[in-house]
DNA sequence: CACTTGACCTGTCCGC
DNA sequence: TGCGGACAGGTCAAGT
């Protein structure tokens, strides 16, 4: 669930506490979590210190001086809390946090730092994973290779979203903007959102979207994602930021999870939930017409 | 080529 | 209270 804002919330945070840091310890208990040759972890992860972190599509890329770097996709449920020694384990513990003392069941790597503090990567469902790869080997992944543009990029215009879209001009609009070679980033509730914003309703085909409503829905999806990022992301039980404090992004929610509500500009209608490219969608029939 | 379904997993919630 | 099943939704692979 963590989608573009989410993990980009977590790489802000994460930027301001792990650069610097060398690893000393790593422990993993699923090997789909982390699936690497214990000898590159020994040579290239252990006794590295990181250098910086940055996030492609809704991948992050932590950089070693070790010329290797970690490659992490929390997919559904995956989640990277930093702890310092004194706030896992001291009485200060943090009542704020949803997250407990570390680790706990859903933990599945744990990497320690030289000073005791620790980065635990949790994921409840076990569908992310953490990769340790030479640099330059990173942007040579399947996934890299194929993703498309991300949607903030100053580069990156209203006529090229057009352009992108229409690579797919029969599919379902909605399919289209979770397909991460079309454009990088978008998950199911901010696709929702930006239709929502947009008026326009899921399955139609791009190509009978009118070019101006096209160029509305990258307007109102970048102002969408910017405003989340803002607010620290969506709020959710699985979702948690680097401290495993939850984003405040929900209260602007206008359809996703709110289903039976009245639609912000239809007090009398109810939004209803539709499927649309195999997952659960929101809309409003008043607005998104078909 | 477009689209759907299944697989990967665990936890929660709903109806009986 | 327990139990089966639907559901959550990112990505890839396989099937229609």
């Given at each position: 669930m963590p989608e573009l804002p989410e993990v980009e919330t977590i790489?802000?945070?994460?930027?301001?506490?792990?650069?610097?840091?060398?690893?000393?310890?790593?422990?993993?208990?699923?090997?789909?979590?982390?699936?690497?040759?214990?000898?590159?972890?020994?040579?290239?992860?252990?006794?590295?210190?990181?250098?910086?972190?940055?996030?492609?599509?809704k991948?992050l890329?932590?950089?070693?001086?070790?010329?290797?770097?970690?490659?992490?996709h929390l997919k559904m449920t995956g989640q990277l809390?930093?702890?310092?020694?004194?706030?896992?384990?001291?009485?200060?513990?943090?009542?704020?946090?949803?997250?407990?003392?570390?680790?706990?069941?859903?933990?599945?790597?744990?990497?320690?730092?030289?000073?005791?503090?620790?980065?635990?990567?949790?994921?409840?469902?076990?569908?992310g994973?953490?990769?340790?790869?030479?640099?330059?080997?990173?942007?040579?992944?399947?996934?890299?290779?194929?993703?498309?543009?991300?949607?903030?990029?100053?580069?990156?215009?209203?006529?090229?979203?057009?352009?992108?879209?229409?690579?797919?001009?029969?599919?379902?609009?909605?399919?289209?903007?979770?397909?991460?070679?079309?454009?990088?980033?978008?998950g199911?509730?901010?696709?929702?959102?930006?239709?929502?914003?947009?008026?326009?309703?899921?399955?139609?085909?791009?190509?009978?979207?009118?070019?101006?409503?096209?160029?509305?829905?990258?307007?109102?999806?970048?102002?969408?994602?910017?405003?989340?990022?803002?607010?620290?992301g969506f709020?959710d039980?699985n979702y948690v930021?680097?401290?495993?404090?939850?984003?405040?992004?929900?209260?602007?929610?206008?359809?996703?999870?709110?289903?039976?509500?009245?639609?912000?500009?239809?007090?009398?209608?109810?939004?209803?939930?539709?499927?649309?490219?195999?997952?659960?969608?929101?809309?409003?029939?008043?607005?998104?017409?078909?």
């Amino acid at each position: 669930m963590p989608e573009l804002p989410e993990v980009e919330t977590i790489r802000i945070g994460l930027s301001a506490l792990l650069p610097g840091r060398r690893v000393i310890d790593v422990a993993h208990d699923w090997p789909k979590s982390f699936p690497n040759a214990e000898s590159d972890v020994q040579r290239f992860l252990v006794g590295a210190t990181i250098t910086d972190i940055r996030r492609r599509a809704k991948v992050l890329i932590v950089g070693l001086d070790s010329k290797y770097s970690l490659v992490i996709h929390l997919k559904m449920t995956g989640q990277l809390v930093f702890r310092s020694a004194a706030v896992n384990f001291g009485a200060g513990h943090p009542t704020d946090s949803l997250v407990g003392e570390l680790p706990d069941k859903s933990t599945r790597v744990i990497f320690a730092f030289e000073d005791g503090s620790k980065l635990f990567f949790n994921d409840q469902r076990k569908f992310g994973w953490v990769r340790l790869l030479p640099t330059i080997e990173v942007e040579e992944l399947d996934f890299f290779k194929k993703v498309g543009p991300e949607p903030l990029a100053d580069t990156f215009t209203a006529d090229d979203f057009v352009t992108r879209l229409m690579c797919r001009p029969k599919s379902g609009i909605k399919a289209v903007l979770l397909d991460q070679t079309i454009i990088a980033g978008i998950g199911n509730i901010y696709a929702d959102e930006s239709l929502w914003a947009a008026k326009i309703h899921p399955l139609t085909r791009v190509m009978d979207v009118p070019k101006t409503k096209l160029k509305t829905l990258y307007t109102e999806l970048c102002h969408i994602l910017r405003l989340s990022i803002e607010k620290g992301g969506f709020t959710d039980r699985n979702y948690v930021n680097h401290e495993g404090k939850r984003g405040s992004y929900l209260p602007f929610a206008q359809v996703f999870r709110r289903e039976g509500q009245p639609c912000p500009r239809h007090p009398n209608t109810t939004i209803i939930k539709i499927r649309a490219a195999g997952r659960g969608t929101h809309i409003c029939p008043a607005c998104q017409q078909y």
